[in-house]
């Protein structure tokens, strides 16, 4: 079992930056996969992106690509997700999740674990 816990959200004008953290808890984080998602009201949780567990490798989705930067602290059990040029289009609540086992991926049913969610909101 694994415990998340995400901090870091908040309004933010557009243009600007903010991390997110990721504090995970309950088994071996350095052996699991993680990944960070977000989701609207009305719509489906989208994938951001997702590290391996050595960091080794991540993806990113198309529209992150440049700007958000997904990193893990191993000896911490936290990730962090860092989000620059933040858009209008970035507001969302956004999540924390965890692989039990395997590769990194993009789908939201590969993902075993989430935490609760923090909200994003980028004022124009």
């Known amino acids: 079992q694994v415990q998340l816990v995400e901090s870091g959200g908040g309004l933010v004008q557009a243009g600007g930056s903010l991390r997110l953290s990721c504090a995970a808890s309950?088994?071996?984080?350095?052996?699991?996969?993680m990944g960070w998602f977000r989701q609207t009201p009305g719509k489906e949780r989208e994938f951001v992106a997702a590290?391996?567990?050595?960091?080794?490798?991540?993806i990113y989705a198309d529209s992150m690509k440049g700007r958000f930067t997904i990193s893990r602290d191993n000896a911490k059990n936290t990730n962090y997700l860092q989000m620059n040029s933040l858009k209008p289009d970035d507001t969302a609540v956004y999540y924390c999740?965890?692989?039990?086992?395997?590769?990194?991926?993009?789908?939201?049913?590969?993902?075993?674990?989430w935490g609760q969610g923090t909200q994003v909101t980028v004022s124009s």
């Open positions: 590290i391996s567990p050595s960091s080794s490798y991540s």
């Open positions: 999740a965890a692989k039990a086992t395997g590769m990194v991926t993009r789908r939201v049913s590969d993902y075993d674990y």
């Open positions: 309950g088994r071996t984080f350095s052996s699991i996969p």
